[in-house]
């Protein structure tokens, strides 16, 4: 796993979007936790597994064609990348550029997967400090390995995202 490089690939992608938004001296870490809080929902929507009210608690993870016309083969991996690229997004602001992920620490993964969401919306209520960032970090990761993702399908759907996301902004989006 070469989290360093995906630090340096959302680097590129941010510097891009305040270029080109115009954004060059504002402070948007407000805004991404923000965003970031809003993307653990939708993972946690795609999840399904608490919606203990529902007869299908099944993942969604086999939607052929988004509503904006862009084809998936996993919804809820895309949405655990989504919440990737804002986590070192922001980690880049607070002060993490690397992490090396041999390092990563078993006290960070709960017993189950509802509570490992909850543990990582915790994290992002601190997050303008890099431990917070760390920990949060950490937890997301272990969260992927319980929502069955290896971190090769996570590594490939980031870059295919980054690449989409360096479109959109190519396009007006």
């Not at 115009?22 to 805004?31: W, Y």
């Not at 052929?64 to 986590?87: M, Q, R, S």
């Not at 997004?89 to 992490?99: D, K």
């Not at 960070?108 to 949060?136: H, M, N, P």
Request: with cysteine; proline share 3%.
């Amino acid at each position: 796993m070469n989290l360093n490089k995906l630090f340096e690939t959302q680097r590129k992608l941010d510097e891009k979007i305040v270029k080109e938004k115009g954004l060059e001296g504002q402070d948007l870490l407000s805004m991404k936790i923000l965003a970031l809080q809003v993307e653990l929902g939708e993972l946690a929507n795609e999840w399904r597994g608490f919606k203990f009210w529902s007869e299908n608690r099944e993942p969604r993870t086999n939607i052929p064609v988004t509503a904006w016309g862009e084809p998936y083969k996993n919804p809820l991996l895309e949405e655990y990348v989504d919440c990737l690229h804002f986590i070192l997004s922001i980690g880049m602001e607070v002060g993490v550029y690397r992490f090396d992920y041999d390092s990563i620490n078993p006290i960070y993964k709960e017993s189950d997967v509802t509570t490992q969401f909850l543990r990582a919306i915790d994290y992002t209520i601190g997050l303008r400090d890099d431990d917070y960032c760390l920990e949060l970090l950490q937890t997301f990761i272990y969260l992927g390995e319980m929502l069955g993702f290896t971190w090769d399908e996570i590594e490939t759907a980031y870059y295919a995202k980054n690449a989409i996301n360096h479109e959109r902004q190519e396009s007006g989006y």
